[in-house]
C-alpha cells in the first residue's frame, strides 16, 4: 500500500485548489442575483437584487481575494472555531446590543453550514473517515475535514464584510452565496475524496454505538453541538423532557450506558486499558452505526427505572479517571475549573471505592457536584472582575475538602453541592443588583434601536403605498431613517425638528415621482445635510450619499408599480402625523402568518420562563456557546447573557432572542446535561483514540 502522506500534503492540495473553486461560487451567486432580479416576486425584491447583482459583479476579484484569505487563514490555523474576546473587565456599558442585523447574520451562516451538511452528508462522512485516517487517527472524528461546512460559511460573511454595503444588500448578498456555497463544496468534497482515494489512503473506522443514545450532539462538519430543543419544530421542552424521580432522563440513560460500555470493553484488572470494538465484530452481536447530521432525539426511559448496574471497583476506578480525562478533553471550561477537577481526582478514586451506589443513580450528589462544575466553567470566566471571586471561594472550599477526606460519602458530597448552589445563587443575585444599576449606560441604545426600527417600518410602509426608485428608497429608509431616529431621540416625537424632518422625507418621496426644479433639489439637499451630521455620520461620507440624492433627483427614474398589500390601519396618513401611534409598536413581517403559530406561541412560554441563572446553548457571533442569564428588564425586553466568548456580555432584546429561538439556535442547557454528554462521548470511543 502507498505510504499515507503527510496531511501537510493534503492541506497544501486543499489550498491550491481554492483558486478554482472560491471565484465560481462569487459567480454562481451573481447568475442567482441577476436571475431574480429579471423575475423576482415583486417589483422592489427584483431591484433589490438587481443593485447586488451589480454590486457583486463589481467587486468579485476583491470578494473572491478576501474569501480565499479567510479560507486560508482557517488552514492554516486549523480553525476559525475561536470569536473574538472582548476586553477582560469590560462592564455592560461597553458593549452594544446585538442588533438584528447581526442576529440576522448569524442565523444565515447556521443556515448555510446546515444546508451543506444535507447536500453533502455521503460526501461528508467519507472525507471524515479518510481525512481522520490521513492523521492516524483510530475512529472519525469530522474536525479531521480541513474545509467544514462552518468554516466556509464564516469565511463567507467574513469576507462579505470588506464590502461597504448597508445590511439588507448583506443579507442578501450572503443568502445567495450560501446557496452557491452548498452547490459547490459537495463538488469540493468529491474532489479531495477522489484525491485521497488516489494516494491510498485507509479510512478510519467507524465504531459502533447505540441509536436509542440519548444526551448526545451530533458535531459533523465543524458544527458544534445542539440538542433537540435547539430545532425550530422540537417539542418544547416541559413536554419533552419529564424528570425522573429528580434526575434528567438523558443522564440517566447515559450512565446506564458508560456501565454497559464498561463492563463490556473495560478489563476487570486494575491499570488495564479499553478494549477496542474489533472491526470485524459480530454485526448481529453489537448495534449498528448510526450517523447524523440533526441532533439525535432524547428518549424516555423506560417507565420505572431510576438506576442503572453497577460496575465492580476495578472497572470503576478506570472508568472514573477516565471520565475525569473525557470532560477535560470535551468541555469548554475556564482554566480554574479546569484546575479544581484535575484536583478532584484523586478524591473521586475515593469515592468510587467508597460508594457502592455511585453507578446505579445520577442522584448521587457526586454526580451532581460535577455536573455543577463543568456548567460553572463552561460560563462563567474568571479574567471578569468579581464573577469568580464568589463562586471560586466556594468552589475551593468544596474540593479542599473532598481532597482532605479519607471517606467520602453522600453527606460530604451533598454539602459540596449545598456550598456551590449558594454560592452560584450569590453570584447572581450580586450580578442582577449591578446590571440594574448598569442598565442606563444602555437604554439609550434600546430605545435608538426600537425607534429606528419602528421609524423604518413606517418609512418602508409609506414606499410600498407610493414607490420611488431603488436608489431614493435606500437613503429613504437607510440614512434619512437614522437622521430621523436620532432627532426623534434629541428632541422628542412632538418636536418641530422631529416634524420637519418627517416633512423632508415626504418632499423628497415626491420629488423622486417628478422632475423638480434646479432650485428645489438644492433646497432639498441643503436640509438634509444638517440632518445626516447630527446623526454622527462622517462628513465624507454625507457628501457622497448627497451626491447620490442629487444625481436621482436630478434624472428620476420611473418609480416601479406598487405591490398589491393588505392595507395598514394607517394607509394614507401622513407619516409626520402617525409617528405617535408606531413608535411603540413592534414591526411586523408582512410575509407570516396572521395569528400565532404552535412554534410562537411555545417560543413565548419559553422566554417567559427564563429567570437569571438558567443556562442555554446559543449560535452567536458565527459559533455555538453556553451562556447564563444574568439579568432581564422588569418588561422583559431586554437580556443580559454572560459567556466566556466573544466580548463575554451579550445584551439582546426579546425580538432578537425570538429569533434565535425560531431559528434552532437557542436552547436551554438543563442540569445533567453536560454530565450526559461526557458519559456518553467516552461510551462511544476507545481509550487512545484522539480527540480533536
Known amino acids: 500500500m502507498t ?43 427584483r431591484a433589490q437584487a438587481g443593485e447586488a447583482h451589480r454590486t457583486l459583479r463589481g467587486a468579485a476579484p476583491a470578494l473572491a481575494e478576501a474569501f480565499g484569505a479567510a479560507l486560508r487563514t482557517a488552514l492554516g490555523h486549523g480553525t476559525t472555531r475561536a470569536a473574538p474576546a472582548g476586553p477582560a473587565g469590560a462592564s455592560l456599558s461597553t458593549f452594544m446590543l446585538i442588533a438584528e442585523d447581526q442576529i440576522d447574520e448569524d442565523i444565515e451562516v447556521a443556515r448555510i453550514a446546515q444546508g451543506v451538511e444535507a447536500d453533502a452528508e455521503h460526501e461528508l462522512r467519507r472525507l471524515a473517515a479518510l481525512c481522520s485516517g490521513l492523521r492516524g487517527q483510530d475512529a472519525v472524528h469530522f474536525d479531521a475535514i480541513p474545509l467544514p461546512p462552518l468554516t466556509c460559511a464564516r469565511a463567507l460573511r467574513s469576507s462579505l464584510s470588506t464590502l461597504p454595503l448597508d445590511n439588507d444588500l448583506r443579507l442578501l448578498m450572503l ?33 459502533i454505538r447505540p441509536t436509542t443514545s440519548v444526551g448526545t450532539r451530533a458535531t459533523p462538519a465543524g458544527v458544534a453541538p445542539r440538542d433537540a430543543a435547539g430545532s425550530a419544530t422540537a417539542a418544547p421542552e416541559s413536554a419533552r423532557r419529564t424528570a425522573t424521580a429528580g434526575a434528567q432522563p438523558e443522564t440517566l440513560a447515559a450512565l446506564a450506558r458508560l456501565v454497559e460500555w464498561a463492563q463490556r470493553q473495560v478489563p476487570a484488572v486494575p491499570g488495564g486499558t479499553l478494549a477496542a470494538v474489533p472491526a470485524d465484530a459480530d454485526a448481529g452481536a453489537a448495534p449498528t452505526l448510526t450517523f447524523r447530521l440533526d441532533a439525535l432525539a432524547t428518549a424516555a426511559p423506560r417507565p420505572g427505572a431510576v438506576t442503572a448496574p453497577s460496575l465492580d471497583p476495578a472497572r470503576a476506578a478506570q472508568v472514573m479517571a477516565q471520565l475525569f480525562a473525557q470532560i477535560e478533553r470535551q468541555a469548554d471550561l475556564s482554566p480554574v475549573l ?73 453527606t460530604l458530597c451533598t454539602s459540596a453541592v449545598a456550598d456551590i448552589d449558594r454560592a452560584a445563587a450569590t453570584w447572581v443575585k450580586a450580578r442582577g443588583l449591578e446590571l440594574d444599576t448598569e442598565f442606563g449606560a444602555v437604554q439609550h441604545e434600546l430605545a435608538r434601536q426600537e425607534a429606528e426600527s419602528a421609524i423604518r417600518s413606517q418609512a418602508a410602509a409609506d414606499l410600498r403605498a407610493q414607490p420611488v426608485a431603488q436608489p431614493l428608497h435606500r437613503f429613504l429608509v437607510g440614512p434619512w431613517a437614522q437622521a430621523m431616529t436620532e432627532t426623534a ?29 434646479r432650485e428645489v433639489r438644492r433646497l432639498l439637499i441643503a436640509r438634509a445635510r444638517p440632518g445626516l451630521l447630527q446623526a454622527g455620520m462622517a462628513p465624507e461620507r454625507v457628501d457622497a450619499e448627497l451626491q447620490d440624492l442629487a444625481a436621482v433627483l436630478r434624472r428620476p427614474p420611473p418609480p416601479p ?107 436551554t442547557l438543563h442540569p445533567g446535561q453536560l454530565l450526559a454528554e461526557a458519559m456518553d462521548s467516552l461510551a462511544s470511543v476507545s481509550e487512545g483514540a484522539p480527540h480533536a
Open 175 to 207: 443568502q445567495h452565496l450560501g446557496t452557491a456555497l452548498s452547490g459547490q463544496l459537495r463538488r469540493v468534497y468529491r474532489e479531495q475524496l477522489r484525491e485521497l482515494d488516489g494516494w491510498g489512503v485507509e479510512p478510519a473506522r467507524y465504531l
Open 338 to 410: 479546569t484546575g479544581l477537577l484535575q484536583r478532584l481526582q484523586g478524591a473521586s478514586q475515593r469515592v468510587t471505592a467508597q460508594q457502592g451506589d455511585l453507578w446505579r443513580t445520577v442522584e448521587h450528589p457526586w454526580w451532581q457536584m460535577l455536573d455543577r462544575m463543568m456548567a460553572l466553567g463552561a460560563t462563567l470566566e474568571e479574567t471578569r472582575s468579581g464573577e469568580l471571586d464568589i463562586v471560586g471561594a466556594a468552589l475551593d472550599k468544596a474540593v479542599a475538602r473532598l481532597e482532605a477526606a479519607q471517606t467520602i460519602d453522600r
Open 561 to 667: 408599480e406598487p405591490p398589491p398589500t393588505r392595507e395598514t390601519p394607517a394607509a394614507g396618513v401622513p407619516l409626520a402625523e402617525r409617528h405617535g401611534v408606531y413608535l411603540t409598536t413592534v414591526p411586523i413581517d408582512m410575509n407570516e402568518p396572521d395569528g400565532p403559530t404552535a412554534a410562537t406561541l411555545h417560543c413565548e412560554a419559553w422566554l417567559d420562563s427564563m429567570v437569571p441563572g438558567m443556562r442555554f446553548h446559543m449560535f452567536l457571533l458565527d459559533r455555538w456557546m453556553s451562556t447564563q442569564l444574568s439579568w432581564a428588564s422588569p418588561n422583559r425586553q431586554l437580556f443580559v447573557f454572560g459567556s466566556r466568548h466573544g466580548g463575554r456580555v451579550h445584551t439582546m432584546t426579546r425580538r432578537v432572542l425570538e429569533k434565535l429561538r425560531l431559528a434552532g439556535l437557542a436552547t
Open 489 to 517: 431621540l434629541k428632541f422628542g416625537l412632538d418636536s418641530s425638528e422631529f416634524a420637519a424632518q418627517a416633512g423632508l422625507f415626504e418632499q423628497l418621496q415626491a420629488a423622486g415621482r417628478e422632475t423638480v426644479t
Open 3 to 45: 505510504p499515507l502522506p503527510p496531511i501537510a500534503r493534503f492541506n497544501e492540495a486543499v489550498h491550491a485548489g481554492l483558486g478554482r473553486w472560491v471565484p465560481a461560487v462569487i459567480s454562481a451567486a451573481a447568475d442567482s442575483l441577476a436571475a431574480q432580479s429579471a423575475g423576482g416576486v415583486g417589483p422592489m425584491l
